[in-house]
């Protein structure tokens, strides 16, 4: 990976190391944390690097560990093919075998598999377009666009009484006052 400073990053079974004066300087390895070793690796829009490894997501920069979005649950068994920052400061993990699994600032994480509409749990690539749709990759499942919602829509089946909406108004507390045809 390379970061926002042009660093090239290099993970491996081991250890993390970065390229400088024309040689890899390891940074992180088995010696300073038991059982150390790097399965994917991307980027950190803030600087630095994001480190998927020993079941933990952790970005690394000047010479320590400066975020941590916490341990993980076993739950990430598939091979991780790609992993990246959007803008919006979420990392996503696309795995070979369990679908995509986003992390947010809080450690929070979403898991999408085909147990939820995913058509297919085999991830190959991902990339975030200019809109900030994510564009998934896969095997056997097509090209995918998730996309953040424009809108929300509601209805009858969030509340309203009816369906027919003839006025909308914000009132001076921040309510909003619905006035729907024949009903309220």
Not at 33 to 56: D, H, I, K, P, Q
Not at 129 to 137: Q, T
């Amino acid at each position: 990976a390379t970061d926002s400073e042009g660093r090239l990053w290099v993970g491996t079974d081991k250890e993390l190391a970065t390229w400088r004066g024309g040689k890899f300087e390891v940074v992180w390895d088995q010696a300073r944390e038991a059982g150390f070793g790097v399965s994917a690796l991307t980027s950190g829009r803030a600087g630095g690097c994001w480190v998927y490894g020993n079941g933990r997501l952790r970005r690394f920069e000047g010479g320590s560990w400066v975020e941590d979005r916490g341990i993980e649950p076993p739950r990430i068994q598939g091979q991780v093919q790609c992993m990246s920052e959007t803008r919006r400061g979420r990392v996503w993990m696309g795995t070979y075998g369990q679908g995509l699994f986003r992390f947010d600032e809080t450690g929070a994480m979403l898991h999408l598999s085909t147990e939820n509409e995913l058509p297919t749990d085999l991830i190959r690539s991902f990339l975030e377009d200019r809109e900030g749709n994510l564009w998934v990759g896969t095997e056997g499942g097509g090209l995918i666009r998730l996309k953040v919602p424009v809108f929300q829509s509601y209805a009858r089946e969030q509340g309203l009484a009816g369906a027919c909406v003839l006025s909308v108004s914000a009132g001076s507390d921040d309510a909003l006052w619905v006035g729907l045809n024949g009903n309220g």
